[in-house]
């Protein structure tokens, strides 16, 4: 069944000075339970795309819609507490809070939407044992290394089960085995908790595991194959 | 909310230098203010509390003319029923009938104008502990007839104890009040009008002398208890005649120096004002730094769900806990050198001992220990602090989270 659809959005950029067409009319469907990445090269529109369906940036044209919901017309504050309660997100770097432990920032979701302590406090080891981690659960981000952090990443994204998790070149910083790592445990999880992963990425090794592939050029689809 | 706090303190202690400058340029503003406030706090009190024990009283009853013209013919009737009242008030700490009286005093061909109190000795020295101040001579009693002058006074008139002085000036109704008197002690007090321009007589010599037979010019009360002004004021109210008699209270009585005070204490303000709007710009580039720097973590969290006013709140939170902690330290480190001076107030010395003592003020800086004005200090600079992080919320409320966690900004 499909939970997102993107109904021939553009974004342009700079509209009144020198404007940047960075997506130029992109219609999509993501089902449940996918596994998809968002390919192409630099600057044709990845990460443009990925924020435009997780809400983080709006649409100049067109409508994305979650679960039948139509999100580029709700307010700021909306829009928040749409991210808070149905995306999981993971940025290239940098994720994490500094002064937080693995724990606290694996929590920080379920603590904003106000899960009870032990609740919060078995699903945050749960993931760190899943994640290969646990172990490192009170060490803060400067003690772990980039793919652990990471990983710590994902399971914060993943925490509070949302319908799905946007992942933008979350291995882009990683060697070939962290980023293997982590793509098994994306992998797993994905299969485990059925959570829908659509991520952007140059890297072959992650283009290989994905179910499917949208390559994108120019601002526009050019290919979406499905294995 | 202990999370909140855990999470403040590791924040603040991200940058450990700028955190101590921070807290020190606080906790010297707090050191500082407390001095200037207590100082100036004390020195009022003091010279209220000087005024009103030394003279005006917390309450005076007196002629409802004498205020604006202090006259014999403004002289109000003291009876023995009022005595009474007075010896079984339980709320007075002492109450003092007093005579003033202008006059003439001269020896040879010295003369100066003065004035003459006829007091009862021991209420006097209840009131400005007099008896300790003689260098020479002994303390006046109640059925003397004799004067008691101030050492500056006596080398005036180049006299000594056991000389006469004459007294010339006028009594009730348009007598003449004249008479010579032996000197029996010569005092020093610390205010210079006293050793100049008093002399001392005992009650019932100066009603002689100037023709009063019951009369007195005030009646001067102090209370133990400040508190109790109201009724006491009632009390004597309704035991004096009305009609020619009033009873006044100290602020009535020193108008100027509550007038005085008020403005000194204005500029004062502004001095504190001054020195905490510098340190609240500390605070602020503080605060500003401390979002700025913190950009991209915000932005990540506010992606990931974190309402704005959330975050806005948590960095109010680190910017009061800095102002609180400084605040502390401050007081902590303000507190007993302030509580040890106002037990023991420092004694000016010199020359501008000097210059207190023609202002008719003790040479002595006292310094206030009352709770208050300390526990203002703190609420001041908890009210910088939030108003330090205005702009820095304001900043967050606007951060583009997209270009931030892009890098682009
Ligand atoms: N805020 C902005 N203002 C102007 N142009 C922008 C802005 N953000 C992105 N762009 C432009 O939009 C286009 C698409 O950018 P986007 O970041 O989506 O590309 P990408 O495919 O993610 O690239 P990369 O692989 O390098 O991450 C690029 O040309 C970029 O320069
Ligand atoms: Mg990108």
Redesign the interface.
């Known amino acids: 069944m499909s939970i997102i659809h993107t109904h021939n959005i553009t974004k342009t950029y700079n509209p009144d000075t020198v404007p940047v067409h960075a997506i130029n009319g992109v219609t999509l469907s993501f089902n449940e339970g996918g596994f998809s990445a968002i390919i192409g090269p630099s600057g044709c529109g990845k990460t443009t795309l990925l924020n435009m369906i997780g809400g983080l940036e709006r649409p100049t044209t067109g409508t994305v819609e979650v679960n039948g919901e139509t999100i580029n017309t709700k307010s700021k504050r909306a829009l928040t507490e749409f991210r808070l309660k149905n995306i999981g997100f993971i940025f290239q770097a940098y994720n994490l809070i500094p002064v937080m432990s693995a724990f606290e920032n694996t929590a920080f979701i379920m603590e904003l939407l106000g899960w009870p302590r032990d609740k919060i406090k078995s699903r945050v080891m749960e993931l760190l044992e899943a994640m290969d981690i646990a172990d490192k659960a009170h060490q803060r981000p400067n003690q772990l290394s980039g793919g652990q952090q990471q990983r710590v990443a994902v399971a914060r994204a993943l925490s509070t089960r949302p319908k799905f998790i946007l992942a933008d070149e979350p291995t882009a910083n990683l060697d070939s085995h962290a980023t293997g790592n982590l793509l098994d445990m994306m992998l797993k999880m994905n299969e485990r908790e059925k959570t829908t992963f659509i991520f952007s990425t140059h890297d072959d090794r992650v283009m290989r595991r994905a179910r499917r592939l949208i390559k994108l050029d120019d601002g526009k689809v050019v290919d979406d194959a499905r294995s | 909310m202990k ?1 909140k706090l855990v ?1 403040a303190w ?2 603040i202690w ?1 940058n450990k230098k700028r955190t101590y400058i921070t807290l020190a340029s606080i906790i010297f503003a707090v050191i500082i203010a407390t001095f200037m406030r207590g100082l100036q706090l004390g020195s009022y009190d003091k010279m209220l509390y000087d005024a009103i024990r030394s003279s005006t009283g917390h309450i005076a009853l007196m002629d409802k003319s004498f205020w604006d013209d202090k006259t014999m013919d403004n002289s109000m009737e003291f009876s023995q029923d009022l005595e009474q009242v007075l010896d079984q008030d339980q709320s007075l700490e002492f109450w003092v009938p007093e005579i003033l009286g202008g006059c003439l005093i001269s020896v040879g061909n010295n003369t100066r104008g003065v004035v003459v109190q006829g007091v009862d000795p021991e209420k006097k020295d209840a009131q400005i502990r007099l008896r300790e101040k003689v260098i020479e001579g002994s303390y006046f009693e109640s059925e003397d007839q004799a004067v008691m002058l101030g050492k500056d006074l006596a080398s005036f008139l180049k006299v000594g104890v056991g000389d006469t002085v004459v007294l010339l000036g006028q009594g009730y109704m348009g007598m003449t009040a004249a008479g010579t008197y032996p000197v029996k002690g010569i005092y020093d007090h610390p205010m210079a009008d006293f050793n100049r321009r008093l002399v001392f007589m005992p009650l019932a010599a100066a009603q002689y002398l100037f023709f009063m037979e019951d009369r007195v010019s005030t009646v001067n009360l102090v209370l133990k208890d400040q508190g109790d002004i109201r009724q006491e004021t009632a009390l004597y109210r309704s035991r004096i005649d009305t009609t020619t008699t009033e009873v006044r209270n100290w602020e009535s009585m020193n108008r100027d120096m509550l007038s005085a005070i008020e403005s000194d204490n204005f500029f004062g303000k502004i001095m504190i004002g001054v020195l905490y709007m510098v340190i609240g710009f500390g605070i602020f580039g503080t605060i500003l730094m401390m979002t700025m720097e913190r950009k ?2 915000f932005s ?9 006013y ?1 975050l806005i709140t948590q960095v109010i939170f680190e910017s009061v806990f800095i102002a609180a902690i400084g605040a502390i330290i401050g007081l902590i480190i303000s507190f007993p050198v302030v509580y040890f001076y106002s037990l023991n107030p420092i004694p000016i010395t010199g020359e501008n001992a000097q210059i207190y003592r023609d202002l008719n003020m003790e040479p002595v800086l006292s310094i206030s220990t009352k709770p208050g004005y300390m526990v203002a200090q703190f609420g001041i600079v908890l009210i910088i602090s939030i108003i330090a992080s205005i702009f820095p919320m304001y900043n967050i409320m606007k951060f583009d ?2 270009n931030i ?2 890098g682009r900004q």
């Not at chain 2, 990540?300 to 704005?308: P, T, V, Y």
């Open positions: 999370s999470l590791r924040n991200r991209r973590e990540i969290m506010m992606a990931i769900g974190m309402q704005d959330k989270i997209v966690i892009r």
